[in-house]
């Protein structure tokens, strides 16, 4: 199986920073794409941002300018720096990720953590 862990979530004031770390674990080949996603109380889970295993990157217009994705492939991990937020950012964080687990598996499977909880709020 395969198994992604979120940490780094917490409670910040507006305008502060927190960085996000997603760690996917298991029998796995190869990860293409990761993402994270959030959910706010009542809402639905949006794109915040996504990044490929090549390095190129998609952002929500939400988090252009504030947030960055960054991967590092040798430790199937995913972060998100996150800056300057805002209350309206206060949400349930969760990252998934495209897992081919062997070497003749021909299309990826996408797994989620269990999420993380960020609140901005002074």
């Known amino acids: 199986q395969v198994q992604l862990v979120e940490s780094g979530g917490g409670l910040v004031q507006p305008g502060g920073s927190l960085r996000l770390s997603c760690a996917a674990s298991?029998?796995?080949?190869?990860?293409?794409?990761m993402g994270w996603y959030r959910q706010a109380p009542g809402k639905q889970r949006e794109l915040v941002a996504t990044?490929?295993?090549?390095?190129?990157?998609n952002y929500a217009d939400s988090a252009k300018g504030r947030f960055t994705i960054s991967r590092d492939n040798a430790k199937n991990t995913v972060y998100l720096q996150m800056n300057s937020l805002k209350p309206e950012d206060t949400a349930v964080y969760y990252c998934?990720?495209?897992?081919?687990?062997?070497?003749?598996?021909?299309?990826?499977?996408?797994?989620w953590g269990q999420g993380t909880q960020v609140t901005v709020s002074s």
């Open positions: 998934n990720a495209g897992v081919r687990r062997y070497s003749f598996t021909r299309v990826d499977t996408t797994y």
């Open positions: 298991g029998v796995i080949f190869s990860i293409s794409a």
């Open positions: 990044i490929t295993r090549d390095g190129n990157t």
